[in-house]
């Protein structure tokens, strides 16, 4: 079947692309920042830097996690009906965990009993890590082929998502997003918080760069060959982009180290997308059961509709949310954050 | 039960959670940016410290709101596939656009709202609130069209290829009266449900002759709020109520338990049917209000739930399309009266205030806070009506529900989900009402210097 690139199914699915390359891109470091939270947050004052570096933009960046939902529902139905249902203990846990992490944030705050803050704490934590390791495992699986039969419904077990291949996407997920967030705290953050978030990041940049390389080589081996686009160039780039991060950040150049770990994260998701093109779930079953663009997808009618909302509405919110950074581009400065902390006593990190 | 019971049980328990915190969001958060605007007017410190205050409930209560959204968005993949792939052409569409339009822009201008009061003018710091605010409209229009869509569908055909329901008119989507009339009646409601919470709260502080300037205000504000959008609530219920006579009347038959059709019907009062005979034992009626009601004439026809069943049993083929009667009755029944009561609260506030003894009113300032209850009672019941009487249908006339549900998930799945959902949701409403209890006591901020507030706010 050739229908060339120029058609609505090829748009919508190249823009699911980029709401997931958004999406974990933004809300990649948010997660790092909740990941390291019991690592790098010594005390009371640290912690609340941490989350206050994230505060006015995390709820924006998992929208676009929302946005990419509906968009899946909108211009790929059959896509989203099987994924959704196909995933379905998966994205309950994801799901559990984003809400707790939600509330932490803005709870977390609300009371003085000492237990209180410590309870979020570890609900940012876990809300954060979860969903880190558990976005790899899933895309991993997208792309190595789940059980899907001849109705387009999911014909596996849960256990079928834990293979050695998505774990080592889950494993490459929560490296990459930790790392990530470390490097995000680096531009974020000074004195001693800002040291310890660039060792830290210098520390994991190692295994994280040997997670990207193990993973896409594997990606490599695991892909059909009939099937994707596979320019060799852009995961070569993502393992170029992961590698000079350890040099970026003793050369303390942290906002190329930033841009490095953020390059690194979108090549690797468009890698996903091309390696599938025109495939959003091929089936393990047979090829004859892969979902689709042109199988999956919704009429033209419904896609040009949409196309004309997005091209309105994008750019707008591009400039919105750009703008934010703009404003928030400012360092939390330790000293501000002391004399607004009440009773830092400077207590020991709490254990998870 | 099987994977379908749980699967209707986890929506409308989940659904139903997460409207507790939307319509409050929602209200209040018009209600903040009404003060916030006052402040800006007037350079008023009282009118900062009210907005600060008030803010400060809503973003607690926004949070939950929030993150309890997500699961609305996702559960239709997860229980609801076979609904997914049959409607995704049309109904995805709405949803998609309620995240682009909506969701960006009141999560993106609220986190400027909170963390900008320093590092914004005020000018721009107040219109943050306001798009956040236009933002819960623009989402409210978006899912309830979707909404609208299942309960009226319009500007579609059925592919006799594919079995899909496919989109052909959008435009007949987003004008679709039913759209319009849901957005009318919940957005109004939502201003209630604002109104009701800083009544009560104000009343409690008031009773105590604590901050009382700042709550008096406050009472005013939400007092004159609340009877302009109780009175609209009311007025868009009963367009509502004529419309869904037409377009689903079994609903509305099942909402009047009228087992038979009737020339100037009675309005039941209290009724005790018998669902297996299709009769009631008991019924106190206004003669001939039912009829007057719906049709704007004395003897005007209403069907009955045994004519309409014989009909539909010809022509979508055999079955029950009777909805669970009794359910929808008194669902509709608390529906009116908390509406009713809620008017009532505030022409009796407003009638005090005229009269200078809001404040000496002890038995009003003590009451009222329980009224906060009354939105929440009439927002449930009032969907639970809604949704309840469509079935047996998802799409009325169009896709029954029990064909909606996930094939490839087991009832193990199901019920894991819907007990996990149950117990998170439990723990997040027993915070939740801690927090809101705790900050709606406690003293409004000072303000030592004009908008001196700590960069961090978490």
């Known amino acids: 079947m050739d229908h060339g690139y120029l058609n609505l199914e090829t748009l919508w699915f190249g823009l699911i692309g980029v709401l997931w390359i958004g999406y974990f891109f933004l809300e990649g470091f948010d997660f790092g920042v909740g990941i390291l939270m019991p690592f790098l947050g010594r005390d009371e004052v640290d912690r609340r830097i941490m989350v206050n570096t994230i505060g006015p933009v995390w709820d924006g960046n998992e929208v676009w996690l929302i946005v990419a939902g509906g968009a899946t529902f909108a211009a790929f139905p059959e896509w989203y009906a099987t994924l959704f249902s196909g995933f379905y203990l998966a994205l309950f846990l994801i799901l559990a965990a984003l809400i707790f992490r939600g509330v932490a944030f803005e709870f977390r705050g609300k009371d003085k009993h000492p237990e209180w803050a410590r309870w979020w704490d570890r609900a940012i934590f876990w809300g954060s890590a979860l969903p880190a390791l558990l976005w790899g495992v899933a895309w991993a699986n997208i792309l190595r082929g789940v059980p899907i039969d001849t109705h387009k419904e999911w014909a596996g077990s849960f256990f079928d998502l834990l293979n050695p291949y998505a774990l080592l996407g889950g494993a490459t997920s929560l490296l990459l997003f930790t790392l990530h967030g470390a490097v995000f705290l680096t531009l974020r953050t000074d004195t001693e918080l800002q040291i310890r978030a660039r060792r830290i990041a210098r520390t994991l940049a190692v295994p994280g760069s040997l997670a990207v390389l193990g993973f896409l080589t594997w990606t490599f081996f695991n892909a059909r060959d009939n099937d994707g686009i596979v320019p060799g160039v852009v995961p070569i780039g993502a393992i170029v982009a992961v590698v000079g991060v350890e040099w970026l950040l003793r050369e303390k150049l942290d906002g190329w180290a930033f841009l490095a770990t953020g390059m690194c994260i979108v090549l690797i998701t468009a890698t996903f997308f091309l390696n599938l093109y025109p495939r959003v779930m091929p089936s393990s079953i047979g090829a004859a059961n892969d979902l689709t663009i042109w199988n999956a997808s919704s009429t033209h009618y419904t896609l040009t509709v949409m196309t004309w909302v997005a091209l309105i509405f994008t750019p707008l919110v591009l400039l919105y949310q750009g703008w934010t950074y703009w404003v928030f581009r400012k360092r939390i400065r330790r000293a501000d954050v002391e004399k607004s902390t009440p009773g830092n006593g400077g207590e020991a990190a709490s254990p998870i | ?458």
Not at chain 2, 351 to 360: I, K, S, V
Request: net charge neutral; glycine share 10%.
């Open chain 2, 1 to 458: 039960m099987d994977a379908f019971d749980l699967a209707r049980w986890q929506f409308a328990i989940t659904t139903i959670f997460h409207f507790f915190f939307v319509p409050l969001s929602i209200g209040l958060v018009f209600l903040t940016a009404i003060m916030q605007t006052a402040w800006y007017r007037t350079k008023d410190p009282t009118y900062l410290r009210m907005t600060k205050f008030w803010g400060k409930l809503f973003l607690i209560n926004f949070a939950l709101g929030v993150v309890t959204g997500i699961v609305q968005e996702f559960q239709f993949g997860m229980n609801w596939s076979a609904y997914s792939r049959f409607v995704g052409d049309i109904f995805g569409a709405p949803l998609a656009i309620e995240g682009l339009l909506a969701f960006f822009l009141e999560s993106t201008f609220l986190g400027l709202w909170i963390f900008g009061w320093t590092r914004l003018s005020p000018r721009i710091h107040l219109a943050c609130i306001w798009l956040v605010a236009i933002g819960t409209g623009l989402s409210a229009f978006f899912i309830l069209a979707a909404n609208a869509w299942m309960q009226h569908p319009v500007g579609y055909v059925v592919n006799p290829v594919t079995g899909r329901a496919e989109l052909k008119d959008f435009f007949a989507m987003l004008t679709n009266i039913t759209a319009w009339s849901h957005f009318g009646h919940t957005m109004l409601g939502a201003f209630v449900t604002g109104g009701m919470f800083v009544i009560g709260i104000s009343a409690y502080h008031l009773a105590r002759k604590h901050e009382t300037v700042l709550f008096r205000r406050s009472m005013t504000i939400a007092l004159v709020v609340s009877l302009f959008a109780s009175l609209g609530v009311a007025f868009s219920g009963h367009f509502q109520a004529q419309l869904v006579a037409k377009q689903q009347p079994m609903k509305t038959a099942a909402a009047e338990a009228l087992w038979e059709t009737e020339r100037g019907a009675g309005f039941s009062l209290f009724a005790v049917g018998d669902v297996e005979n299709g009769r009631n034992h008991i019924n106190v009626q206004l003669p001939h209000l039912l009829s007057v009601l719906t049709t704007n004439t004395w003897n005007g026809e209403v069907q009955g739930i045994n004519d309409i069943q014989a009909e539909y049993e010809q022509r979508y083929g055999p079955g029950s399309y009777i909805p669970v009667v009794g359910v929808i009755y008194w669902a509709f029944r608390l529906m009116v009266g908390a509406g009713m009561l809620m008017i009532l609260v505030s022409l009796v506030g407003l009638f005090l205030l005229r009269r200078g003894t809001l404040e000496t009113a002890r038995w009003f300032l003590r009451l009222v806070p329980l009224a906060i209850a009354l939105p929440y009672l009439a927002n449930s019941t009032g969907w639970i009506m809604t949704e309840m009487g469509r079935q047996p249908w998802v799409v009325f006339g169009v896709m029954l529900t029990r064909d909606a549900v996930s094939g490839a998930v087991g009832v193990g799945f199901v019920a894991t989900t819907l007990i996990g959902f149950t117990v998170i949701y439990g723990v997040l409403s027993v915070v939740d009402v801690y927090l809101l209890s705790k900050y709606a006591r406690s003293t409004p901020p000072e303000i030592t210097e004009p908008s001196a507030e700590p960069a961090l706010v978490y």
